[in-house]
């Protein structure tokens, strides 16, 4: 069964508004990590979260962490038509477990 | 350094042919992750190994697929006689650590396609 699942499955917005995706996860974990996806292209590694952190900062990428709920959100501020891609939350065993992803989709 | 290679980039088998996917991690990396991706899905793991070694094959089908990291040279992920089924994006991934625990590079990704 998938470890994350994101939430919501697409998000459409306008350039320079935030955006926000959720994921939740079912069993107890060391990190939390986000990549993003461009369409047809790789995975990219984006940020890593740990258990005993609450909140990291990577440049417009903002990421907190609530282990009592199993959650976790990201959220990109000022967004620009680059960010446009799928973003997948993923949890490690001794490979990555990942959910199915929130397409975003910011429009110039 | 260069990322994680994968070729081909696209491939297209008949049903029944074989499909041998390519893959050569980073430069120090050991670890080798294979996942596949269907459309409009997230990745699902395959199988994970090491140089010489398979340590956990728990996502790869019983028949047709196999996987190897040999001591030299690209890790190999052959699918045997290709079914429509097999269609999908093949993602190769690569870390220094024993585990996935801080991260891993991918690679572009074979896309395969049965006709």
């Known amino acids: 069964s998938q470890q994350g699942e994101e939430d919501p499955q697409a998000l459409s917005i306008q350039e320079g508004e935030n955006a926000t995706m959720n994921c939740s996860y079912k069993?107890?974990?060391?990190?939390l990590q986000w990549y993003r996806q461009n369409s047809g292209r790789g995975l990219v590694h984006l940020i890593l979260?740990?258990?005993?952190?609450r909140e990291k900062h990577s440049g417009r990428l903002r990421v907190t962490l609530d282990t009592s709920k199993k959650s976790s959100s990201l959220l990109i501020t000022a967004s620009r038509a680059a960010d446009t891609a799928s973003y997948f939350c993923a949890t490690p065993r001794a490979n990555l477990i990942f959910g199915k992803g929130t397409k975003l989709s910011v429009k110039p | 350094n260069a990322g994680v290679m994968q070729n081909p980039r696209h491939l297209v088998r008949r049903r029944g042919q074989e499909a041998r996917l390519r893959c050569s991690p980073m430069k120090g990396h050991s670890h080798v992750y294979w996942y596949r991706q269907l459309p409009e899905e997230g990745l699902k793991f395959m199988v994970y190994?090491?140089?010489?070694?398979?340590?956990?094959e728990s996502g790869m089908p019983k028949e047709r697929f196999s996987a190897e990291f040999p001591k030299e040279g690209p890790s190999i992920l052959r699918i045997q006689q290709v079914v429509r089924g097999d269609s999908a994006a093949y993602f190769c991934?690569?870390?220094?650590?024993?585990?996935?625990?801080?991260?891993?590079?991918f690679g572009p990704g074979t896309r395969l396609t049965v006709t």
């Open positions: 979260i740990r258990s005993n952190e």
């Open positions: 190994l090491q140089k010489e070694n398979i340590i956990d």
């Open positions: 069993t107890s974990i060391n990190n």
């Open positions: 991934a690569s870390s220094p650590n024993l585990q996935a625990s801080d991260g891993q590079y």
